[in-house]
């Protein structure tokens, strides 16, 4: 690509200068950087804990940066359903649950009373006893034959 | 933690600075911006003076340190596109004084001209034109594919273009 006369004119435009001081700033505050890195210093340490917190802020910063309103409005958006939910679930007990109250004499003797007729209905009926046979002896077969002729 | 000895930080001031002052002037439109920025990047160097010493081309690295540096103070802010907008329409002292007053006529309007580019756009602009890199050089130094480094220079160019040409036709 060819500069015409303005790109070419665009070009050799000059810059502002650098402010001077600048220089010297900036200079000195890396050279106060360097003493504070050549100190040896005691501070504690920074808790593992909170250097997690930072790494896990920067990271999430980094991932949601391009548009945190989106996120934020997601994140309200769930935590309003997950309030609704909470607030709509039916907390009344099931409609053939009553409170536990002390059953009436009444309802007591009704009880006993089915109790023994359902054992008199399973108890098994009292058997006559048995008859047992007469051992039977064998009798002469001449004295069945005398006893047909007498008769 | 090894830093990098004054004498070489001094060197690479007096060598870059002025380079990278207009450059982040140019894409933060704001001089406090740049005076931090120009400060955190020598720190950076003289905390890590390995990080210059293994660059092939000093002047593109520190431009693409300076740039990723402005990059994360938008960040941290949470500047989007619309404020960077803003801030880059407020005309600013950019260009150095004239005493020609059709040259001082042209520098402001240029001035307002860039301050209408995007950011990202006005960064492949002052590249190209103010550091006569390549397109490739470009790329590599804003992380962008050569393609998108070209584009975004032409449709800088042409806005640039559109809103000199009355001007510059007056002048010439």
Redesign the interface.
Known sequence: MKPDDLEDRIARQPWRPIPAEWREEILAAVRQARRLAQTPTVASPTPGWRLLLSTLNSQLSTFLWPSPKAWAGLAALWIVILGVNLAARDTTPAPGAKPAAPPSRELLQALAEQKRLLAELLEPPERPAPVRPRPSVPRLRSEAERRDVMA | ?Q?AA?ED??RL??EH??AL??FL??FTRNEADT?DL??EL??KL??CPGLIAEARDARAFLLRLAHNLAIDLF??R?TDAKQCAQLAAEPG?????ASDPDERA??EA?AAALGELPAEQRAVVHLK??EGLTFEQIAELLDIPPNTAASRYRYG?DK??QR??PL?AEI?
């Not at chain 2, 002292?93 to 004084?97: E, G, K, S, V």
């Open positions: 933690m830093m004054p930080l001094e001031y007096d600075a002025p002052f207009s002037l140019n005076r120009l400060q020598f720190l003289a905390q960040r941290r949470g002292p950019l260009f150095a004084p042209f520098r240029l034109l103010w160019l640039l273009r000199l040409r510059y010439k």
